[in-house]
């Protein structure tokens, strides 16, 4: 790694130890706001909390959105047993399998916790046969009783992961909240640069409970084109049949065609991919169209806006642990800044919309008809 | 009508894709409106200028599909789907991509109960010899429409992509006859309906219309066995009162029903529980925009072989003649 990329590894790592489950980024919003606030223009947080930072452009007439998401999946305390174990409820898409033996911190103080279970020499046949039931878990916080463990913490906390990030194998990196905290530390980064039209890089919040902080950022900006910066599900391991993939580890950042949330501006993602291609950047197709991103909303705002979705591929994310390739985001970085290079021109020639002139037969700037 | 409709349903146009049917319409009504634009959804939106109410008309141009997902070492397609595809309605089916390539959808024969035919059991032969080979013909994320060409037989059209040529026909038709009115029409075309009404929604924030009619198809009750619905083909172009995304706003459901009655055009009341319109998203959009529906009655919908009623269609365009000059 060269020196600058050391340090831009040490601020996703940075990124990855801070907590900001759905609905509570403030940590999370905070790290961020003294890293971009001599570099934004203007910099401020709406009513819902997404952070937004401003770079004015050079004089175009058109505005870019960027977007990652702050917060990440948890758990949040819904009450305290009177033997003093928490009760929980999972924020965004966790499964109960991924929780059994885990530690995780709750609150502002965040107070240490395990989620327990039944050993298995209390199991009975059934029970060892039977999937693990949300109902049969609860965080234990070592309090002796409800007294004990209402003075540490209290209903309506939120509760994160407990893992450090740790470099390992060839390139890799394990830590928490890769989805995505791999995207705000693209988008620090990427707020550096100065471009002919305006540039707001969003943060945004809730995305994981129903892309909410996306939708409310894109109104207020009403952008003309959005890049959104993800951490994506990547399933490459033995075992997995072929087309159920949707990523590979190390073959570069993908670009999203569809999932459930949006079908990708075609134009926009031609513009990347041919971006990639030329300067020789690897880059795949996030293959399996399941999934949403902030993506979903921000194209619907306002008078729709020109979308596509840039992740860094991550095995096992809504876990724990999830593990990325430093190469892939290393390269999803440098697509990003190549993209935002030669934007400005796709807007005023390919990507542009309006009137469909009378000597014009492509309605949508589409050239292949 | 038909030959309007026969150029539509032809022309290939899956969600996020519809140039092409915005290109076709485009050549159809230019000559007939004041202004054709497109937005960043890929919305087309024609503009018969006009000094009173704005009025908005929206028919979806896109089409369900198939999303090539994976080329295997054979060169199999996988797929995923786009919109409302039934697995085993796709069975057997011939699809044609962008450029004219034609594949056939088959399953995994290994299969025990024929209800575990989902989409990832499920492939795309494109006669690839290999990988290699099919990657010269197709890339990931490319993707494919239903073939079904349009046949007209004892006044009905059976076709694929009737959801919702069928309703950028009657537009079309609307257009070309223009409207003796001084309201203000917008003839939109939208796209991304199949994926969850997407383009209606931006379109309407643009336009900021004082009224919207979506104009769609609608299952009937009529065939053997069906799913009770109160609409059958050929008994007249169905006023909607409520599908799953919207409840019509009372004024301009009445209205359409006046409109009906005043000018002897047979109509029927939609009420449906299942399935949505772009009046869905237009209603909720912007403040709040009074907006309801005529539907045109069609038989297996999201199957090739969807059938209208060419009269229906015809009645509808005279409805909305109607409804306009309000």
Same mark, same amino acid.
């Given at each position: 790694m060269t020196e600058h990329e050391s340090i831009l590894i040490g601020t996703l790592k940075k990124l990855t130890m801070l907590d900001g489950v759905s609905g509570d980024e403030k940590p999370v919003r905070d790290f961020i706001t003294e890293k971009i606030r001599d570099r934004a223009d203007s910099l401020h947080v709406d009513n819902i909390g997404n952070l937004i930072a401003f770079r004015k452009g050079t004089g175009m007439n058109k505005k870019v959105m960027l977007a990652a998401h702050m917060d990440e999946v948890g758990l949040l305390v819904t009450g305290i047993n009177d033997n003093g174990l928490l009760k929980f409820k999972t924020v965004g898409g =966790? %499964?109960?399998?991924? *929780?059994?033996?885990?530690?995780?911190?709750? #609150?502002?103080?965040?107070?240490?916790?395990? =989620?327990g279970y039944k050993p298995v020499h209390l199991q009975d046949a059934s029970e060892r046969k039977s999937p693990v039931k949300k109902s049969g878990l609860a965080i234990d916080i070592g309090a002796k009783d409800r007294e004990q463990a209402e003075q540490s913490v209290a209903v309506g906390d939120t509760a994160a992961f407990d893992y450090d990030p740790v470099e390992f194998g060839n390139n890799k990196l394990m830590a928490k909240a890769l989805?995505?905290?791999?995207?705000?530390?693209?988008? =620090? %980064? *990427?707020l550096g640069g100065r471009y002919p039209f305006d540039l707001y890089c969003c943060f945004t919040v809730q995305e994981e409970i129903g892309l909410k902080g996306a939708k409310a950022a894109a109104y207020a900006v009403e952008p003309d084109a959005a890049i959104i910066l993800e951490g994506t599900t990547c399933y490459d391991l033995t075992g997995t049949d072929e087309h159920m993939v949707s990523t590979r580890l190390g073959d570069g950042p993908a670009l999203t065609v569809m999932d459930r949330s949006v079908i990708s501006d075609r134009g926009l993602f031609r513009f990347i991919s041919r971006t990639a291609e030329r300067l020789g950047i690897p880059w795949q197709v996030k293959s399996t169209v399941t999934g949403g991103t902030d993506a979903g909303r921000i194209q619907v705002s306002g008078r729709g806006v020109k979308v596509c979705t840039l992740s860094v591929p991550c095995r096992y994310i809504h876990t724990p642990v999830s593990v990325m390739d430093k190469r892939d985001f290393f390269h999803a970085l440098k697509l990003a800044e190549e993209t935002l290079a030669g934007l400005a021109g796709w807007l005023e020639g390919e990507g542009s919309v309006g009137e469909? #002139?009378? #000597?014009?037969n492509q309605p949508g700037g589409e050239s292949d008809v | 009508m038909f030959d309007t409709i026969s150029r539509l349903v032809n022309v290939f146009g899956p969600s996020g894709r519809e140039n092409r049917v915005a290109e076709a319409i485009t050549q159809m009504i230019r000559d007939k409106v004041d202004e054709v634009r497109t937005d960043a959804m890929g919305n087309l939106i024609a503009v018969k200028k006009? &000094?009173?109410?704005k009025i908005m008309l929206a028919a979806h141009m896109d089409e369900i599909g198939l999303i090539v997902t994976t080329i295997d @070492?054979?060169?199999?397609?996988?797929?995923?789907? $786009?919109?409302?595809? $039934?697995?085993?309605v796709a069975l057997g089916q011939r699809v044609v991509f962008e450029n004219d390539l034609t594949g056939v959808v088959w399953y995994e024969e290994n299969m025990e109960n024929m209800k575990d035919a989902k989409p990832d059991k499920m492939y795309i032969d494109i006669g690839a010899r290999s990988r290699e080979h099919a990657k010269e013909l197709v890339e990931t994320g490319d993707m494919a429409v239903f073939e079904g060409r349009p046949v007209e037989r004892n006044g009905l059209v059976v076709s694929k992509a009737l959801d919702d040529r069928i309703g950028c026909a009657v537009l079309v038709e609307l257009a070309r006859k223009c409207p003796e009115t001084s309201n203000e029409i917008y003839y939109v075309f939208t796209t991304q309906e199949e994926v969850g009404l997407r383009g209606a929604r931006t379109a309407a924030y643009a336009i900021r219309p004082d009224m919207a009619i979506a104009v769609d198809v609608t299952g009937t009750g009529d065939t053997p066995k069906s799913v009770a619905r109160a609409v059958s083909l050929g008994e007249g172009p169905a006023?909607?009162?409520?599908?799953? &995304?919207?409840?019509?706003?009372?004024?301009?459901? @009445?209205?359409?029903? @006046?409109?009906?009655? @005043?000018?002897?055009?047979?109509?029927?009341?939609e009420v449906v529980d299942k399935g949505g319109t772009d009046a869905g998203s237009i209603h909720i959009t912007a403040g709040g925009i009074p907006s309801g529906g005529v539907s045109i009655p069609t038989r297996f919908i999201h199957s090739t072989s969807e059938t209208v009623d060419l009269k229906d269609a015809e009645n509808a365009v005279r409805l909305l003649e109607a409804f306009v000059r309000l």
């Open positions: =966790i %499964e109960p399998r991924v *929780l059994v033996g885990k530690r995780v911190r709750i #609150g502002k103080d965040r107070v240490p916790g395990v =989620i989805d995505n905290r791999v995207g705000c530390a693209m988008l =620090i %980064e *990427l469909v #002139g009378l #000597g014009q | 006009g &000094s009173g109410r @070492e054979k060169g199999f397609l996988r797929f995923g789907t $786009v919109g409302g595809v $039934v697995p085993l006023i909607k009162v409520k599908d799953n &995304s919207v409840i019509a706003h009372p004024a301009i459901r @009445e209205k359409l029903v @006046e409109c009906a009655r @005043e000018n002897g055009i047979p109509y029927q009341l």
